[in-house]
Structure formats: structure tokens, C-alpha cells
């Protein structure tokens, strides 16, 4: 018999995420999957579930779960207080939980998502080869709510536990290498040293879909309509206001406005960790 997890706090937003939805952007299906994808492998690694296994994404004030076996858990990637039962558990690392108890995430004190990954991976039903929650397209499970109940697989034995989990802290500072185009000709040259010499902040209306900024405007030289074209993880994208937005994972497949650039993927999990007044500085690569 399937073991279930009841969420009994789904918190701000809480998702169902794993690796993404790779290979369907020609369908207009984003990858989506866990912005901050190196937390949720290591959290999944330290209960010997495959790295890119489904795994809770809390954002900023976390949740609250109660399974209906004993089960094992890992919380990482933004620092918050872990309960059981109300008695403090440690974060990072694998912790026991009773049937019937309530593991409480608590809000983060660093950073922005937290990770919560289950021994056997949260076993919802895969839609185009994926768990995870797509905010822009609507598809895969949706955001968690009170009450809501999730399956989970058969956990795999516990691999040995590690003196310490290289756990990286939220950045004080967000750095986002860039690489300019493919319409960097569409902004003047002084635009393009605003963008790698100004400090952006990161603005309080950044979501799964896209990291906005505050900051100088960027302007352009070209003021005709661009037709949609296709948009990839990590562009820059100036909508009219001139303020960069970077996509996220759950980014729209196509786009009208201009990409002044594209940060790497490696570099996103760092601004998925970003709070709101964050520093941001585009270095050239």
C-alpha cells in the first residue's frame, strides 16, 4: 500500500518539483522544475533517491505535513526552523518522522525556497514526463492546499550520512554573468554599460517565471515591434519600462520584446534564492 503525505500547512506556495519538463518548448510547455535545482538534488542524494526525484518547493513561509507511515525527510536549501511535533529537528540533514506527527517547515530566515524531499520522492502522476508544478501552463499538479494528499514511492536504503552537506547560504549579493544578445543591437551602447555597471535590485514582483529587477532603465535604439520569437532559460528579456527581467523556469516559450542577453544556467539557482532588495550586477562573459 502507497505511503501518503497530508498537507495540513500548504504555506505561501508550496509546489510539487522535480528535474522539469525538458525537450517540449516547441509545444509552447516550459521546462519548469525546481528553481533551485542543486538543493533539490542534494536534499534527494541524502535519502538515496534518484537526484532529480519529485520534492516539495516551499516559498518564504513553508508548510506544514503529516504522513501516515514513519517516514525519512530532508529539508535544505533556503535555512528555516524544522519541527516535529513542535520539537526542533535539524535542517540539512535526514530526520525521522513518526506516523501521524507533523513535520512543520518553518519560515525562511535566509533566501527565499526551501526544498522538503521525502525518502522515495513524492509519486504523484508525471504529465509530459514530469511531476512538476507549471505555474505558466497551467500543467502538473497544482499549487499545494490545506488538506491536499500526495503519494509517495518506495524509499531506497538510506545511503551513509555525511559528516556535513555542502549546503551554499543565500546570496547577500546577486552576481549574474551575461552573455549579450541576440538583440543587444536593439539598445544603445550606454545601455549596454548601465546593464553590466549599474546595481539592480531584485524587485519584489520576481516569481517562478521570471527574476524582475529595479533599477535604471535600459534604452533603445530600436523602437519597432519585434515578432515572437523563442525564449530560453536564463534570457534578459526589456519589456517596455526598460528593466531586465531574467526567465525562470516557468518562463513563456516565446517572447516580443527584446533579449538583451542570457545568464547561464548555472547561475539561476543563486536568483532563485534571491529576496526582494537583493543587489544584482550583470558581469559580461
Known amino acids: ?3 501518503e503525505l497530508t498537507v495540513v500547512r500548504s504555506g505561501a506556495l508550496t509546489t510539487v518539483q522535480d528535474g522539469g519538463r525538458r525537450g517540449h518548448a516547441h509545444l509552447g ?3 519548469s522544475g525546481a528553481l533551485d535545482a542543486p538543493a ?12 532529480d526525484a519529485a520534492v516539495l518547493e516551499t516559498t518564504l513561509t513553508g508548510c506544514a505535513l503529516r504522513p501516515d507511515r514513519a517516514l525519512t525527510v530532508v529539508v535544505g536549501g533556503a535555512p528555516c526552523p524544522v519541527t516535529v511535533e513542535r520539537r526542533p529537528v535539524a535542517w540539512g540533514v535526514p530526520v525521522r518522522v513518526p506516523a501521524g506527527a507533523v513535520l512543520n517547515v518553518g519560515g ?12 522515495g520522492g513524492i509519486a504523484v502522476e508525471p504529465v509530459l514526463g514530469s511531476r512538476s508544478t507549471d505555474l505558466l501552463s497551467g500543467l502538473g499538479p497544482a499549487p499545494l492546499r490545506d488538506g491536499d494528499v500526495l503519494p509517495l514511492g518506495a524509499p531506497a536504503p538510506l545511503p551513509a550520512l555525511p559528516d556535513s552537506a555542502p549546503w551554499p547560504a543565500p546570496p547577500t549579493e546577486l552576481t549574474l554573468p551575461l552573455t549579450l544578445g541576440p538583440r543587444a543591437d536593439w539598445f544603445a551602447p550606454a545601455a549596454l554599460r ?3 555597471s549599474a546595481a ?3 524587485s519584489q514582483h ?5 527574476l524582475r529587477t529595479e533599477g535604471p532603465s535600459l534604452e533603445r535604439v530600436s523602437t519597432g515591434e519585434l515578432p515572437s520569437e523563442g525564449m530560453v532559460l536564463g534570457a534578459v528579456q526589456v519589456p517596455p519600462d526598460g528593466r531586465p527581467v531574467v526567465f525562470l523556469h516557468d518562463h513563456p516559450t516565446t517572447g516580443g520584446y527584446p533579449v538583451i542577453g542570457v545568464v547561464p544556467e548555472d547561475a539561476l539557482s543563486a536568483a532563485a534564492q534571491a529576496t526582494a532588495g537583493t543587489p544584482v550586477r550583470f558581469i559580461p562573459g
Not at 108 to 119: K, L, S
Open 200 to 202: 539592480y535590485r531584485v
Open 108 to 119: 525562511v530566515t535566509a533566501g527565499v525556497r526551501a526544498y522538503v524531499a521525502v525518502a
Open 206 to 210: 520576481s516569481n517562478r517565471i521570471g
Open 40 to 51: 533539490m538534488r542534494l536534499a534527494n542524494r541524502l535519502l538515496g533517491n534518484h537526484p
Open 29 to 31: 510547455v516550459p521546462r
Open 194 to 196: 548601465t546593464l553590466t
Open 1 to 3: 500500500m502507497t505511503a
